[in-house]
Structure formats: structure tokens, C-alpha cells
């Protein structure tokens, strides 16, 4: 391996944060943000969403159809509904990605071998 | 598929797209590829970070960071992103040795810093609030650089991301051979739609 520029990755994060849950959409703002919020562990939100987001960040191969069909009925609109699952599965990936840089940047900061 | 507006596309060039690409393929456009041209306001972003970890300037190679997608599916139970990256690393390494990794990277005939890097992944993966700086350590004393490693986190962030919407959206799952055609096409064309 070696050493070569890479990839702003810091910067296509908060690019993805800025249009997933800060920009308007078909959704309500306040709602994607708290789905980001939840799947990070974050607070309970209101059912249906609760159960989806829940999921969303814990075990997302045991979401249901129903599940989805509920949020999509509450959100009005298949592309609502996407919004608020794609706000969910951003929280977790950046939650990660947050974790990652921190430990990164402390390993950086400290002396090898302490 | 559980909305069915991605599935069919939601506007006539998006539909004549999905038709055009599944006639010239001669098969069912995978959901991923779906999702990407879909609501494209909203979801470039994904495609464009997923574009820079995983064929952007790296000192990981191609199949190498196909792979760390593949276990991020693994550990996140995503039979759609562990066929599909699967198969696209694949093309740059022996399939028995994708096979091997997979199964158990710890064990796996692959470079200590790989492996090392493959630990914190899934650290990063499974319990996020446990990752360390002793962690990210042992990456780098394995002689990883921390650029390289910043690479590897960011595959795995963005498949953290893919892989949650992939299950929760109910992908569907394309045969051995679809898998193996859909990475030619992902290898030639990238994630930026």
C-alpha cells in the first residue's frame, strides 16, 4: 500500500447531512431529523414512525411490510416515506462514521505505543 | 420492492431508463440502481460519497474496498450489498478468496493491515459507542496509514447507510449470474448515477 491523496470525506458528509435532513423535501424537516436522531439512539418518535426508525438503526433485515406501509400511509406520499427511511439509515451511517473520525483523531493525537 | 414508485420510476426519463438499461442487459434492473435515479434531488448525495470511498483516490484497491462493503452487508444482514459487493470484488480477486474472507477475515490469508482494519470496521459496525482510539491504534501499528484508514471508514459509513435502506426497502435479490452482471456494470459505471 501506499500513501496517496484521498477523498474528502468529511465534506460529503455534511454535504449528505445538509440535503438529507436540512434541507426542505417532501417530508417534514423536523421529522427526518428526529428518524436520524432515533436510529442513532436517540429519543422515541411518534408510531408509526417509532417502530420503522427503531429498526431502521438496530436490525434493519427485520423491518415489515406493514411497517413500511404504515409510514407511508402516516408520511402521505412514496416519496415522503423514503425520505423519513433514508433520514433513518443516514443517522446510523453518520453516528459510525462520527465514532470513526474520534477515534482516529485521538489514536493521531497520542504518542504511539501509549 | 416496497414502494413501488422506485420500482417503476418516478418520471418518464427515469422509467424509459430502467426499460432501456433491463432491454440492453437482458435483466431486471437491480434495486440499487433503482434507488439512484430515484428522487435524485434528494439521494445524490449518498451516490456521491459512496463514489469518492469506493473508486476515489485510495491506497486501497478497488476490490479491496468491495470487499469491506460486502462484510459491512455480512455483519448488517444485507443478502442484497453481500451478493452484489461480493461479486464486484470478485473481478479483481479470486472469488475462493472473497469467499474465505467473508466466511472469517481473522483467519483469511490477507495482509495484517486489512485485517486489522476489517476489526475496526465491524467494531464500527456492530457497537459504534465501543470504538477507541486503541482501536483505530492497532489499525495504524499494523501499518495502515490514517488517510487510508479514514478511506475504509468511509466505505463502511456509507454502507452503514445503503445497507439499512436496501433491507428496509426489501430489495430484491437478483440470481448468481444477475450478481455477476450487475458487477461488470458497477465496475464500469461507479455509485454517482
Same mark, same amino acid.
Given at each position: 500500500? +501506499? +500513501?496517496?491523496?484521498?477523498?474528502?470525506?468529511?465534506?460529503?458528509?455534511?454535504?449528505?447531512?445538509?440535503?438529507?435532513?436540512?434541507?426542505?423535501?417532501?417530508?417534514?424537516?423536523?421529522?427526518?431529523?428526529?428518524?436520524?436522531?432515533?436510529?442513532?439512539?436517540?429519543? /422515541?418518535?411518534?408510531?408509526?414512525?417509532?417502530?420503522?426508525?427503531?429498526?431502521?438503526?438496530?436490525?434493519?433485515?427485520?423491518?415489515?411490510? /406493514?411497517?413500511?406501509?404504515?409510514?407511508?400511509?402516516?408520511?402521505?406520499?412514496?416519496?415522503?416515506?423514503?425520505?423519513?427511511?433514508?433520514?433513518?439509515?443516514?443517522?446510523?451511517?453518520?453516528?459510525?462514521?462520527?465514532?470513526?473520525?474520534?477515534?482516529?483523531?485521538? /489514536?493521531?493525537? /497520542?504518542?504511539?505505543?501509549? | 420492492?416496497?414502494?413501488?414508485?422506485?420500482?417503476?420510476?418516478?418520471?418518464?426519463?427515469?422509467?424509459?431508463?430502467?426499460?432501456?438499461?433491463?432491454?440492453?442487459?437482458?435483466?431486471?434492473?437491480?434495486?440499487?440502481?433503482?434507488?439512484?435515479?430515484?428522487?435524485?434531488?434528494?439521494?445524490?448525495?449518498?451516490?456521491?460519497?459512496?463514489?469518492?470511498?469506493?473508486?476515489?483516490?485510495?491506497?486501497?484497491?478497488?476490490?479491496?474496498?468491495?470487499?469491506?462493503?460486502?462484510?459491512?452487508?455480512?455483519?448488517?444482514?444485507?443478502?442484497?450489498?453481500?451478493?452484489?459487493?461480493?461479486?464486484?470484488?470478485?473481478?479483481?480477486?479470486?472469488?475462493?478468496?472473497? $469467499?474465505?474472507?467473508?466466511?472469517?477475515?481473522?483467519?483469511?490469508?490477507?495482509?495484517?493491515?486489512?485485517?486489522?482494519?476489517?476489526?475496526?470496521?465491524?467494531?464500527?459496525?456492530?457497537?459504534?459507542?465501543?470504538?477507541?482510539?486503541?482501536?483505530?491504534?492497532?489499525?495504524?501499528?499494523?501499518?495502515?496509514?490514517?488517510?487510508?484508514?479514514?478511506?475504509?471508514?468511509?466505505?463502511?459509513?456509507?454502507?452503514?447507510?445503503?445497507?439499512?435502506?436496501?433491507?428496509?426497502?426489501?430489495?430484491?435479490?437478483?440470481?448468481?449470474?444477475?450478481? $455477476?452482471?450487475?458487477?461488470?456494470?458497477?465496475?464500469?459505471?461507479?455509485?454517482?448515477?
Amino acid at each position: 500500500m +501506499t +500513501t496517496q491523496t484521498h477523498a474528502d470525506h468529511d465534506a460529503l458528509a455534511k454535504a449528505l447531512r445538509d440535503r438529507v435532513l436540512d434541507r426542505p423535501g417532501e417530508s417534514d424537516r423536523a421529522l427526518r431529523q428526529a428518524a436520524a436522531q432515533r436510529s442513532a439512539s436517540g429519543p /422515541a418518535m411518534a408510531e408509526p414512525y417509532d417502530v420503522l426508525v427503531r429498526e431502521i438503526g438496530e436490525a434493519s433485515y427485520r423491518v415489515t411490510d /406493514a411497517q413500511v406501509a404504515s409510514v407511508l400511509q402516516a408520511a402521505g406520499s412514496e416519496k415522503a416515506a423514503f425520505e423519513i427511511i433514508a433520514a433513518a439509515a443516514v443517522g446510523a451511517g453518520l453516528l459510525r462514521w462520527q465514532q470513526a473520525v474520534k477515534a482516529l483523531n485521538e /489514536a493521531k493525537d /497520542a504518542p504511539a505505543g501509549n | 420492492m416496497r414502494l413501488p414508485e422506485i420500482d417503476r420510476g418516478d418520471s418518464l426519463f427515469s422509467r424509459l431508463l430502467i426499460g432501456f438499461i433491463s432491454f440492453v442487459s437482458r435483466m431486471r434492473l437491480p434495486d440499487a440502481a433503482r434507488v439512484a435515479f430515484y428522487h435524485k434531488d434528494f439521494s445524490a448525495p449518498i451516490g456521491r460519497w459512496t463514489q469518492a470511498a469506493m473508486r476515489g483516490p485510495s491506497a486501497w484497491s478497488v476490490s479491496e474496498r468491495e470487499l469491506m462493503a460486502a462484510l459491512v452487508a455480512k455483519w448488517n444482514s444485507c443478502p442484497f450489498c453481500l451478493g452484489a459487493h461480493g461479486a464486484v470484488a470478485a473481478k479483481g480477486m479470486e472469488r475462493s478468496l472473497v $469467499d474465505t474472507v467473508i466466511a472469517d477475515y481473522r483467519t483469511a490469508p490477507i495482509s495484517e493491515g486489512l485485517k486489522a482494519t476489517l476489526q475496526f470496521l465491524e467494531i464500527m459496525t456492530l457497537r459504534p459507542a465501543e470504538l477507541t482510539a486503541e482501536n483505530a491504534r492497532a489499525v495504524l501499528d499494523a501499518g495502515v496509514s490514517p488517510e487510508a484508514l479514514q478511506d475504509a471508514a468511509a466505505v463502511a459509513a456509507t454502507f452503514n447507510i445503503i445497507t439499512r435502506y436496501a433491507n428496509a426497502l426489501g430489495f430484491v435479490l437478483p440470481t448468481a449470474d444477475e450478481f $455477476d452482471r450487475a458487477a461488470t456494470m458497477l465496475l464500469k459505471r461507479g455509485y454517482a448515477s
